[in-house]
């Protein structure tokens, strides 16, 4: 029997039925992810297992390195060979690591290669996928349709045109590839060069010239509402933690002066600016009828000398240890207060995290709609299955698990979508523990739909996305 069998983590009767019958077939609806768009759009085509599995995966990375791998070999200029060489040699060294079930799992659901990966196997391995890449089922697009990805939504600057949205649009693909406004650049008055450069591409995106705060406003409001012309209903913002130095507007104007003159903004006029752009983005989203994310706790680039190397996102960032609870109140409140709080899914990344973050969403539902204020699925680091496990625990003892609306890969690989079968099987697992442990009924007929829910339609209910069935 192949390690990844078709009870892979369903540990008893329950589990395995509810798995079988409710969650394995219902389609993907991931809604927030790293992918390129332009791969998409051009239907790439990948020239072997390195590009698709290898190429932009720093969770790989991490693990080659921590084995001893040198960066070469791992970033550098080695051939792809030697870069898929030097992971299957690590792979037997991840046992307990969640890279060595996601491994297993994907080399089987893509390309049946049941055999686990070593140095022994790797030739093998590498032939088999490089022969099933090569075929049309395996560009992007075939990757789409094999997987059954109903949406996917990629992580979009602003200033972007969306002109890979727009050409994939008129393929008549049955997925649907939609953008998320990610302004986080908006707030990094902290770095004057980087954000004035970032302002002069706005300034371009929107053909406004930014002479001031409130053009500066009103071109972020032009392309928030070019972006929701383009079936765009959903926001993302990655932040240490939320801000709540709230000010006027005068004050952000006065700072955003400071910045675009190159002079020194002290960390308190950073967190004023953020705090009033952060309540600008939430009423543009509540008054368009978009669903915001707060990605919340990860301490980045800790490596010095990497990041100069290698750049951001390259497997340098870790959990923080930010206070969360405080801000993250005070800025739901502050919205909510003035009838413009959106629809809003929180991630933490820190696990202590997660009883807080669980029980602030209670605190700012108002029957408008089921789950309006979400507590998002395990994230980054958390996206294993013990941290699939607590944020459900949390999610479930604080609050309603029937209106979750689930999995998301948070991936930048086109391998990476059986992170919905690894979570599904996951929440499958957990509730037939239940069952049998005589927690919650043996009842199908009201666990089933709930997990059919939670791995698709609540998703799609809750994103309200126009097109989308």
């Known amino acids: 029997m192949p390690f990844i069998n078709e009870d892979f983590l369903l540990g008893n009767k329950p589990a395995r039925r509810l798995y079988h019958e409710f969650a394995a077939d219902e389609p993907i609806f991931d809604y927030h992810c790293h992918i390129s768009p332009k791969d998409i759009a051009e239907n790439r085509q990948f020239k072997n297992l390195f590009e698709i599995w290898l190429e932009g995966d720093h969770y790989k990375w991490r693990a080659m390195r921590s084995n001893g791998v040198a960066e070469r070999v791992v970033t550098g200029n080695a051939t792809p060979q030697e870069k898929f060489n030097a992971w299957a040699k690590t792979v037997p060294h991840t046992l307990r690591n969640p890279l060595y079930h996601w491994t297993h799992l994907e080399l089987q659901r893509y390309f049946g290669i049941t055999n686990l990966l070593s140095e022994k196997t790797a030739a093998k391995v590498w032939q088999t996928a490089n022969e099933k890449l090569a075929t049309p089922a395996f560009t992007t697009q075939g990757i789409l349709k094999k997987m059954k990805v109903k949406v996917v ?212 539902q108002d029957g408008t709609i089921p789950g309006k204020i979400q507590y998002g699925s395990g994230w980054w680091f958390l996206d294993q299955k013990e941290g699939m496990e607590m944020q459900i625990n949390a999610l479930s003892n604080l609050g309603l698990l029937s209106r979750f609306i689930g999995m998301i890969t948070d991936s930048r690989s086109f391998m990476s979508y059986p992170r919905h079968e690894y979570f599904r099987r996951t929440l499958c697992n957990l509730l037939g523990r239940d069952i049998k442990n005589g927690l919650i009924p043996d009842d199908e007929k009201l666990v089933g739909p709930m997990i059919k829910n939670i791995c698709y339609a609540n998703a799609k209910n809750y994103m309200a996305f126009p097109g989308v069935k």
Not at 193 to 200: P, R, S
Not at 247 to 266: M, N, P, T, Y
Not at 292 to 297: D, E, F, N, R
């Open 153 to 364: 939504c990629t992580t979009d600057d602003p200033v972007d045109d969306l002109g890979h949205h727009r050409a994939f649009a008129k393929s008549g693909h049955p997925t649907k590839m939609l953008p998320a406004f990610r302004p986080d650049k908006a707030l990094t008055v902290n770095q004057p060069a980087g954000f004035n450069k970032w302002v002069e591409q706005l300034a371009a995106a929107a053909n406004v010239d930014i002479n001031g705060f409130n053009a500066f406003i009103s071109a972020l409001a032009q392309r928030h509402e070019y972006f929701h012309s383009q079936n765009c209903r959903l926001s993302d913002h990655g932040m240490n933690h939320c801000f709540a130095d709230f000010c006027s507007e005068k004050v952000a104007a006065g700072i955003f002066d400071k910045a675009r003159k190159r002079e020194l903004v002290s960390p308190l006029e950073h967190s004023q600016f953020a705090s009033f752009m952060m309540l600008f983005f939430g009423q543009l989203d509540a008054q368009r009828g978009w669903t915001k994310q707060l990605h919340l706790g990860a301490l980045r680039n800790n490596n010095d000398r990497l990041l100069q190397q290698l750049g951001p996102d390259t497997g340098f960032d870790s959990i923080g240890d930010f206070p969360q609870a405080q801000t993250l109140s005070a800025y739901l409140n502050k919205l909510d207060s003035d009838n413009l709080l959106p629809k809003t899914v929180i991630y933490n990344l820190n696990p202590a995290d997660n009883y807080a973050f669980a029980t602030m969403i209670g605190n700012f």
